[in-house]
């Protein structure tokens, strides 16, 4: 390699990959230090009954798709689950199949880049605290409405991660004592009130049993309950449709309480809203807010956080892996640069 290809190794702009890991999705994209998304590919995840080396191959396979048009230098794996504290290990998913897994060194080994992993609701913070909802908050925590409730808790620029990485499961605090089985084994948690499975279930639930509020909901999806849709109930309620209405109104009024139990322990200055089930906008935390205000201790003789949607949308996750892997980048490429002079010195040596 020749000193002047060596020269832009050090130069040339400092991409990452980031990988957004959810229950239901693979997505994958180049990002830049400011956060602008240059490429991105998306993959249903696989079967979460698969072996982990099946999703293992859709996240290489991602990321090469994205090497073969870019020059990437690290890679931010944001995944769903319990991260442990030296944030190379999944230590439980309750949507997919991973327990202890030792993700980054399986990827790395792989791609040949440095590898960073970090729960999916911290990255989607993360981004939102440097370039979008949260910027210039000191205190800020994220609720990641999805397939389940993934949440997040900065302090003065610092991610909290928690004595042994697993801080943020908002969404398995117990809200309802013996209430409805949820994924991770115990009951009652809140992401199985507040969460898009918790919306979909509900309308699904309202379909089968042959109500006629959920006719309209119903014909939208084919006649066939099991079709029956986050994005279908969401077009319905903002068509209008009260069945709709009145299931976003009772997930917002889960979600108000829970973000209500969140401020009387953490008290932070902003609560960022994201994930699929945000984009109903006021549908959802409208509602929310109501119900927030309610619920929270010591209302009318404290401040409140704001409630506010997140500005990234679905690709906050992935924009927040990405830059949390940007100071690995740097070393790498650092490193990488000082291998290829050593090689160029030895082959001047030589001749």
Known sequence: MTERRASRLVTAPLLTVGVDIGGTKVA???VTYDGRVLDHVRRETPDRTKTPD????????AVRELMSRHEVHAVGIGAAGFIDVTRSHVLFSPHLSWRNEPL?????????LPVVVENDANAALWAEWRFGAARGETHAVCVNLGTGIGGGLLLNGTLQRGRFGVAGEFGHMQVVPQGRRCECGNRGCWEQYASGNALVREARELAAANSPVAHALLERAGGQVGSITGPIVTQAARDGD???RELFQEVGQWL?????????ALDPGTVVVGGGLS???DLLLGPARESFSRALTGRRFRPEPRIVRADLGNVAGLVGAADLARPFAR???RARARAVDRRRRRQDWAT
Request: glycine share 14%; net charge positive; no cysteine.
């Open 242 to 244: 009260p069945a709709a």
């Open 28 to 30: 994958a994209g180049v």
């Open 279 to 281: 984009e109903a906008g």
């Open 256 to 264: 108000g309480l829970g973000i209500a139990n969140l401020a009387a």
């Open 104 to 112: 980054r060194e399986a990827v790395s080994t792989r791609l040949r």
């Open 54 to 61: 099946v999703i293992e191959d859709a996240i290489v396979g």
């Open 331 to 333: 070393r790498f490429r």
